[in-house]
């Protein structure tokens, strides 16, 4: 769902930026005051002792108790090896059903209403299932997270197979290419298909596994969360909140830079 | 409805049986060995018993209402945030940043906030709701804004249309499939989180009803419920698509499809 809205917004941005009034771009960095500005002046007049709305400082202190304790490296690294470990699945079983649902013609009749009924189920009410199925264990998270966040790239990996270049898919057939060299050829024409996928499931990913570690307490940063909720600690939910949203900074900066760096070596994308 | 149109309903129903009809047989034949794992003939008597109960309507109602509620708020508010920062640029330029970084924290580190705020409450559901949904249609009605031609501002200018003819007449129409799709990714995520809210504490409607069964050990009810999620997250995709088409011209409806 998201990651075509984004394929439609880039395709028509790039196509009409220079005639519009918008004009190109990325939003300039000093958009950030209002934000910074927000943070002072909640540092400055809030209630010291709000529960609902703790001073930003109270939330650093938080963070850096928890440093303290230990519990804030080992919930990180739990959350991260999840989440990596999910995103290398779900990138190697996207790509390998986007291409063999991309190669047979008849598959998007057949198979659209199921996938789109199947991608828009949400995780959070998955969670549960998969919980006492299989357990709560990182097994069942690493389950949820690939069901959930396989869908992006399965989707574009299929798409950018069915919109291969005529010129392309001619020479495949001419050149008789079978096996693993039209596999080959084939991932590769495809891999910007797929890259934007990854793109699109990595946040999703992130966010599934904060969702698994905070609905079955499964240890991690989601479950941090949940203890900070349920003590009403409220500087460390919010601080919990900042964690999260630089953990969701990083895994878009790598994402990108992954990207950029692997659409580089392949040399540029005609599509 | 065209031939072609209900040849590919029909095709639609084969995958769907085929993974219904393995799910059972491979429970029955012992290929898969779950404790908790319901075949689909128990989670079609657990719907059936849900059903006769009255809860099933109950929850869905609530959980359906909830979630057009919170839609309805972020349409609005995100709509005419949007509006303002898309018409004029150095608005934009000052305070895009951060909308973006605050449209990119992770919404499920928000839920908790939220309940230390309102707590399990009615306002919890409508506030997540809304929160999640409104980001969508904020940056996707900037975005279109943003995207108008400028031939198009020229020939307001050249008719001498005021600043209200132009967005009414010229700039809103020009961006109206971009901030539909918004909408529907909107309407899409106010249910999701409204379900979450539900799972996580709050304690009405199809979130909670999961969450119930699940501590019951009743893996039947609780699969019920998740088919009934799916649907409902369906069908209003469907009737949003349907009216989009209705009240819009074919070309746009299918942009917005996409």
């Keep these: 769902m998201t990651q075509q809205t984004s394929n439609t917004q880039a395709g028509s941005t790039r196509n009409s930026y220079r005639k519009s009034h918008g004009g190109k771009g990325v939003a300039p960095l000093f958009g950030l005051l ?50 990596v470990q999910s995103i290398i699945v779900a990138t190697l079983i996207g790509t390998t059903l986007g291409l063999a649902l991309g190669s047979i013609n008849w598959g998007g009749k057949a198979l659209d209403p199921l996938l789109d009924f199947l991608r828009n189920l949400p995780a959070a009410a998955l969670v549960p299932a998969a919980a006492i199925v299989l357990g709560t264990n990182t097994k069942m998270a690493l389950v949820i997270v690939v069901f959930s966040s396989v869908w992006p790239i399965l989707l574009s990996t299929r798409s950018a197979i069915m919109n291969l270049s005529p010129v392309l898919s001619s020479s495949i057939t001419n050149l008789r290419l079978s096996g693993p060299r039209r596999t080959s050829v084939m991932i590769g024409s495809a891999l910007p298909g ?18 698994a570690e905070f609905i079955t307490n499964l240890s991690g940063v989601g479950a941090l969360i949940l203890s900070a909720q349920q003590n009403f600690n409220s500087a460390e939910v919010y601080a919990l909140l900042l964690l999260a949203g630089v953990l969701a900074l990083v895994v878009n900066s790598i994402v990108s830079a992954i990207e950029a760096s692997v659409l580089r070596r392949h040399g540029p994308v005609t599509t | 409805m065209a031939p072609p149109n209900r040849q590919i309903r029909l095709i639609g129903w084969i ?89 990119s924290l992770p919404i499920i580190a928000l839920v908790p906030v939220g309940v230390i705020i309102f707590g399990f409450t ?14 969508p249609t904020l940056v996707n009605t900037v975005t279109g804004v943003r995207q108008t031609r400028i031939e198009l501002l020229d020939v307001g200018k050249m008719l001498r249309m005021s600043a209200l003819e132009r967005l009414r007449k010229l700039i809103f129409p020009s961006s109206l499939p971009v901030i539909m799709v918004g909408l529907r990714l909107g309407l899409g995520l106010s249910l999701v989180l409204t379900v979450v809210s539900e799972i996580v504490g709050t304690p009405h409607g199809i979130g909670n009803a999961l969450i119930s069964a699940e501590q019951a050990l009743h ?18 995709n469907g009737v949003f698509l349907y009216a989009a088409r209705i009240f819009s011209p074919s070309e746009r409806s299918r942009e917005i499809s996409r």
């Design chain 2, 219 to 236: 893996p039947g009810q609780m699969f019920a419920y998740i088919l009934v999620v799916g649907l409902v997250g369906y069908l209003l």
């Design chain 1, 34 to 83: 209002p934000l910074a500005v927000l943070l002072l002046i909640w540092q400055i007049f809030g209630n010291p002792h709000s529960v609902f709305f703790p001073q930003p400082n109270r939330w650093l202190t938080a963070i850096n108790s928890l440093q303290q304790q230990g519990t804030l490296w080992t919930s990180i690294l739990a959350t991260a090896s999840t989440f």
């Design chain 1, 194 to 211: 797929i890259l934007l996928g990854v793109r699109v499931a990595a946040p999703l990913a992130l966010i599934v596994t904060l969702l």
């Design chain 2, 15 to 103: 995958a769907p049986t085929i993974l219904v009809v393995l799910w059972q047989l491979s429970i029955d034949i012992g290929l898969i060995r779950f404790r908790y794992f319901p075949t689909p003939v128990a989670v079609a008597r657990a719907l059936y018993t849900i059903a006769l109960s009255g809860a099933l309507y109950k929850n869905t109602a609530h959980t359906v209402l909830v979630a057009l509620i919170a839609w309805a708020i972020a349409s609005v508010l995100g709509v005419a945030v949007g509006l303002v920062v898309g018409l004029s640029v150095p608005l934009w330029k000052g305070v895009m940043a951060s909308i973006d970084v605050l449209r």
């Design chain 2, 122 to 135: 009615l306002k919890l559901e409508i506030v997540i709701g809304a929160y999640a949904a409104i980001w």
